[in-house]
Structures are given as C-alpha cells and as structure tokens.
C-alpha cells in the first residue's frame, strides 16, 4: 500500500487527500476494502457519493454494464438520446412544480458554472451573490463564489462579479449576536450593506446557496434565514440558485435540501449522488425563465451514456423508494444525532453537533467556553477512527461530517458510532 502511494506521489499534483492513507480496492453496501484487504465502514459516502450504499447497488452496476456494451458516448449536446431524457422525466417527479429545463453537466463546479451562465443570460445581470463558508466548486466561476478557505482561492484571482454575505453560523454568529433575538440580522446584512453599499440589488443576477453549508462545517441555517434570503431575491428580481451538490437527493430525508425550509428555489444544481459512483452533473431551472440562445452553453461529455443509465437507475430507484429512503434518513440521523447530543454534554472538546437527517456535522473546540477549534484534537479523532476501521471525512476549521450511505445498516451505524466516541473519549482524556 505504502508504494502506491509513494508512486502516487511521484506522478500526480496534490489535491485533498494528503492525510488519508486509505487506498481503494473495492466496496459493498456498508463497506469500503482497501488494497489489503482491509476493511472500514464507511462514514464518508465517498463524498456524498453513494447515498445508495458503496459502490451503488446491483441494479445500478447492471444498468451502467449493459450500457457499455451498446453505447458509452453520444455527443449528446450535439446529437439526441432517449436515455437522457428519460433520466430528466424520472427526475420530475420529484422535483417542486414549475420545472423541467436541465442541463447534463459532469460534476458540481460544471452545474455551478452552467447555472452562473443561465442565470445571467435569464437576468441580463451581472453580479452574485454568495455566502462566507460557502464551498461551489473549484473551477474559476464556481471559484469565485467559494469562500471556505483561503489555500482554494490564493493566487487564482481575480474572480468573476461576485460579493459575499454573512450565513447563519449560529454556533459562531460573525455579527456576535444569538440566535432567535437577532432578528435574522445576517439576512438583513444584505438589504442594508451588499445591496446598497457593494452594488444595487437590481444588478444581481442571483445568489447561489447551500442549504446546509457542507465543506464550511456542515452548517444549518434556520428557516427564517432561508426565507429572508428568498423574500430578498424577490424584492430586487434576482434569481435563487440552490447548490444541492452535498445536501440533496434524500440526504436529509427529502430529495431537495431546500425542501426542509419551505423555498423553492429557481435553479438547482446537483452532483455527487446524482451518478451513483459515475461523473454526473445536472443543472435544472424553472421553465418559466425559458430557454438559452443554441449555442450558448454545451459541452462533451454531458448526458455520458454509461453516467446517465446508472443515473436513471438510481433515480427510478429513489421514486420508487422515497419514502422509505426518508424514512431512513430520518430515523438513522436521529440515531447518531441523539447519540451525539449525549456526547455533548459529556466531553468537553464536542463543542455543536448539528444536521438533519443523515447531513450531519460535530465540531470541536478546546474548551466549551471559549470555543477555540480543535484542529489538532479533530485529526487525532480521524486518525483513531482509521485505525479502528472508520472512515470520517472532515469540514470546516475543526468539524467532523457523518454522511454514511442512507442504507446503512443498524449494526454497521451501532458499531461506526462506538468508534467515533471511543476516539472522542480518548482524545478528550488525553487534550
């Protein structure tokens, strides 16, 4: 294992994964095998990836094998095929009322990107709006929106037109205030200071929002938030662009994260589960903002035969399932958040545990009251959990997610939760 990272190493640029020695073999449901044949339970879904279970399921590793063998690529912003089109009809029903315009991109910057694009070409405008801590991609617009860590945007600017607003990280108000007395004041930060000091509102094309920030600490506004930032985009005609990448398709125990705050939104984008394990983006838009001049927006390898026939399957798979894959959702979130409350009042460095659903985040501080972040004591928790068989990816400045696969069993959930308090315990006794 060791010399395939150390050939890795040798050939590739760094990216993310410096800290992380797991090496990849195969997977199943539950679990994830590394190359010795190791095994971990997966806390992870490989990046919000496989909310169906690791590696999918066999319906939807036989849909994408039968389509290799007929067709893998179809030109398909040039050319036509059934097989997208019936993936965005599935898609449909459960998407709010009013939609049915996508865009077949292959990852979350793509849909990002293609909805900056469509959103300006809607509006005839030019600015956007996002939000501290907010994570859209890594490609130059999706870029510009991003603001979780300085080290994603150093040396890559100037950026496209856009300004960025306070969110609702309530655990660490950035206007030092708490909430309910607040009034929503990060909400009312943009009518008196982004909208009236930065640019008019009436030159915003729209604002582009996570509905629980993912890569800034898995942060969940409250609901009035939500509607503030609604009830803003209608007052100045600026559209709202929900960034579905990590927090959709059931995650929370609805198909749209959005949902849980009673907004629709008027663009969605989506990624990570939509593919099942393949590269698949996807742009939807009302249908009422109409279409784009030919031309305009295309690519490759959107609408990828092979990424679209496991996306169908998946997708068919959710319809027929919802509500039992809310259902589990809801029940397995409430397990660990219910187990992570306990945790809370029982050691010292578990400052906020917070989520819904399976979106769940625990961040670490070194003390309760001071709330200084526990880098350090968060990588001793992840390093523990790996030797143990865990895996746990991390977010924010000191947050740990826990995004297993919705079909995760109860034993598997019991035993991945023993480990991570377990590691809580012992890096708490040991700070």
Known sequence: MSKIIKRDRGLFLTTT????NFVA?????????????????DFTSFVSVYNLGVNGNAEIRNAAKKQIDKMMHAAFTDFYAELPVQFAEEMLKLLPKG????FLSNSGTEANEAAMKFARLFTRRQYFLAFYGAFHGRTMGSLGMTASKTVQREHFGPFPNTVH????????CPLKLKYPDCGIACADYVRKYTFSKEASGKEFAAVFIEPIQGEGGYIVPPKEFVKEIRKICDDNGALLVADEVQSGYMRTGKFLALDNFGVTADIYT???SVGAGLPMGVTVTRKSLGDIPSGSHANTFGGNLVAVAAALAAVKHTVRNKRKLSSMAKEKGGVIMKRLERMKETYEIVGDVRGIGLSIGAEFVKTKEGKEPAVKERQKILDYCFEKGLLLLPAGES????????????????????IFEDAVKAVNAGR
Do not use: Q, W
């Open 17 to 20: 994964r410096e800290d992380f």
């Open 25 to 41: 073999d195969h997977g199943e449901g539950d679990f994830a095998y590394d190359v010795t044949g190791r095994r971990f339970i």
């Open 99 to 102: 939609f049915g315009r996508f």
């Open 165 to 172: 607003a306070p969110y609702a990280y309530c655990y660490r």
């Open 270 to 272: 989506m990624a990570k």
């Open 399 to 418: 947050t740990i997610r826990l995004i297993p696969p919705l079909t995760i069993s109860h034993a598997s959930l019991k035993r991945g939760m023993n």
